[in-house]
T-cell receptor, first 113, second 114 residues
């Protein structure tokens, strides 16, 4: 158990819909990262937050957005969903803004039908 | 864009055999991490190597960071079925404002047959 909690574990939704994925980082971790993992693309970095502020942006689509709240939990919002958005979405956290060592949650499996 | 190439992409071996997987890049990383991921679960950190030429051992697993900090290898001795999984390497590079960004390779999928 990494200490990073993600909900929901599984989600099935229709194209065009919007979903929110939630992440609670390890106790004491200020940084939260979101990754997308699909069979063909591997693990792709989406976005990082540090203590409530956006710190780095990766391959995140404009239809996706995220935020980190004062209690340090984070949410990833996915809208206007397409079939190609079906993937495992991982949240990870690290002790400080430095991403040298990060710990992953178990992921949220999103299926868009 | 920094890329990490992992090889081989797939590896199927018999229990008891030795194997090495590789992680290569043209970029220099401040550190490199190896993760193991099982189906439907998140990647689990195995080791972080920081110094060029560093070698770390974790039971039957030996990790080495290249002298130039651009590549790494993972050697498993006497593989067991429990070693089966996806092995991912990730390079950390400074991205500014006190932050480091991790770039992941696509992984090596290892199957150890009893």
């Amino acid at each position: 158990d990494s200490g990073v909690t993600q909900t929901p574990k599984h989600l099935i939704t229709a194209t065009g819909q919007r979903v929110t994925l939630r992440c609670s980082p390890r106790s004491g971790d200020l940084s939260v990262y979101w990754y997308q993992q699909s069979l063909d693309q591997g693990l792709q970095f989406l976005i990082q937050y540090y203590n409530g502020e956006e710190r780095a942006k990766g391959n995140i689509l404009e239809r996706f957005s995220a935020q980190q709240f004062p209690d340090l939990h984070s949410e990833l919002n996915l809208s206007s969903l397409e079939l190609g958005d079906s993937a495992l979405y991982f949240c990870a956290s690290s002790r400080a803004g430095q991403g040298n060592t990060i710990y992953f949650g178990e992921g949220s499996w999103l299926t868009v039908v | 864009t920094q890329l990490l190439e992992q090889s081989p992409q797939f590896l199927s071996i018999q229990e008891g055999e030795n194997l090495t997987v590789y992680c290569n890049s043209s970029s220099v990383f401040s550190s490199l991490q190896w993760y193991r991921q099982e189906p439907g679960e998140g990647p689990v950190l195995l080791v972080t190597v920081v110094t060029g030429g560093e070698v770390k051992k974790l039971k039957r697993l030996t990790f080495q960071f290249g002298d130039a900090r651009k590549d790494s290898s993972l050697h498993i001795t006497a593989a067991q079925p429990g070693d089966t999984g996806l092995y991912l390497c990730a390079g950390a590079a400074y991205s500014g404002a006190g932050s480091y960004q991790l770039t992941f390779g696509k992984g090596t999928k290892l199957s150890v047959i009893p």
